[in-house]
């Protein structure tokens, strides 16, 4: 395939930025796998509003996929990454999966930044290995590889399709059992998305961070701009729980077409004692199954690093989730200058994260930081 860009099939065709903000969070909501990775405003805030691209694929004039692309240029030389996370989206609310649409979104992208910018693309798509493995076939018929040196990123789906109380008899025993005591307490619950509960959460934040030691500023600086940037409809929903007028957990979930994700976590010592983050979580899946989300997606595990928050996880999901791996990350490069750079820049990159989480297991055996307390602070930004 070298470099060259090959053409779409008759009646698809493929637009770049011309979609504005506004229209951009309509078009997203539309899809089933739409997700906060892929709003305009989580890019900007990560990236920079100038650092992105849009490109939008359509079939016979209706729009099929979406993707936004955050763009890293080195300075001095002609040569830069295109990153497309969790995306591209491609599956029409009511339409299913159309394996179709995935491989025409993919050559858009590579048509688009690889052969007419000469940049090289990384894309990280929202599948799973152990669905369709028709999939990973397309990626490397359409020209990517798999990322190496990548670890492959694991977490748990729950469906949210069964009744409440299917769900409910679903929980973990143990899990069920916290969940009980913590509804014998008087724990008084709230939602909201405006200004003041984010920056409710953003004082419990720093309160836990302080009480652990740990340096977290850029994680609740990223959740208080994203949160008041994103309009209404795509704002993450924030629960408060407080216990004697005392906030006792915080948790912030992002639901965007048919999947909810838990972004934001926080909980103070009294939380811990009264469970308060157990009863946050069911009354979260009550709000979610409300909206029509059909799947929770409880936002990575790693049972050997983090074996507190896994068992949380999968105590929470209980029956009715599934343990899943992403199907990875895969580059597409035009050689040369530009291939050395994503790998100069994926080698940055891992190195800085494998130090965070380096700093990360120190402060957890010093102090005992558990996983279901310091959820984001190792997958904010992406």
């Known amino acids: 395939m070298a470099n060259e860009a090959r053409p779409l099939e008759q009646g698809y065709s493929y637009e770049v930025d011309v979609a504005s903000e506004h229209s951009w969070g309509v078009f997203l909501r539309s899809f089933a796998d739409g997700n906060i990775y892929q709003t305009w405003q989580y890019a900007a805030v990560l990236n920079g509003a100038r650092n992105l691209s849009?490109?939008?694929?359509?079939?016979?004039?209706?729009?099929?996929?979406?993707?936004?692309a955050r763009i890293k240029a080195l300075p001095f030389i002609n040569a830069g990454i295109?990153?497309?996370?969790?995306?591209?989206?491609?599956?029409?609310?009511?339409?299913?999966?159309?394996?179709?649409?995935?491989?025409?979104?993919?050559?858009?992208?590579?048509?688009?930044?690889?052969?007419?910018?000469?940049?090289?693309?990384?894309?990280?798509?929202?599948?799973?290995?152990?669905?369709?493995?028709?999939?990973?076939?397309?990626?490397?018929?359409?020209g990517f590889s798999l990322a190496a040196h990548e670890a492959r990123e694991r977490t748990i789906i729950m469906d949210l399709t069964p009744s409440l109380g299917e769900l409910h008899q679903g929980l973990g025993r143990?899990?069920?059992?916290?969940?009980?005591?913590?509804?014998?307490?008087?724990?008084?619950?709230s939602e909201g998305t405006d200004a003041s509960m984010a920056d409710e959460f953003v004082r419990i934040y720093a309160q836990m961070v302080s009480r652990k030691d740990f340096h977290a500023s850029g994680t609740v600086q990223v959740f208080k701009r994203l949160q008041g940037s994103l309009p209404d409809e795509l704002k993450m929903k924030i629960l408060m729980c407080k216990y004697n007028g005392e906030v006792s957990a915080m948790l912030a979930t992002s639901a965007i077409g048919e999947l909810g994700i838990d972004m934001y976590a926080a909980t103070s010592d009294a939380g811990m004692q009264n469970r308060a983050s157990y009863l946050l979580r069911w009354k979260k899946i009550q709000i979610l199954k409300d909206l029509g989300v059909s799947q929770y997606d409880l936002n990575g595990i790693n049972p050997a690093a983090n074996p507190g928050s896994y068992r949380f996880k999968k105590d929470?999901?209980?029956?009715?989730?599934?343990?899943?791996?992403y199907l990875g990350k895969f580059d597409a490069s035009p050689g040369g200058i530009h291939a050395w750079t994503l790998a100069a820049a994926i080698w940055l990159r891992n190195t800085g994260k494998r130090l965070m989480r380096t700093a990360l297991k120190r402060k957890r055996s010093k102090t005992g930081l558990t996983g279901q307390s310091v959820q984001g602070l190792e997958s904010d930004v992406h």
């Open 82 to 142: 295109a990153y497309v996370y969790h995306g591209p989206v491609f599956q029409r609310s009511g339409s299913g999966v159309n394996s179709t649409h995935f491989r025409h979104a993919l050559r858009a992208l590579r048509n688009e930044f690889v052969c007419r910018r000469g940049l090289a693309l990384r894309v990280f798509p929202a599948i799973f290995e152990e669905d369709d493995p028709t999939f990973a076939t397309i990626l490397a018929e359409e």
């Open 174 to 189: 143990n899990w069920r059992r916290n969940l009980k005591q913590a509804e014998l307490l008087e724990l008084e619950i």
């Open 316 to 325: 929470l999901a209980g029956k009715h989730g599934r343990e899943v791996c």
């Open 54 to 68: 849009h490109v939008i694929l359509k079939q016979d004039g209706e729009i099929v996929a979406l993707a936004i």
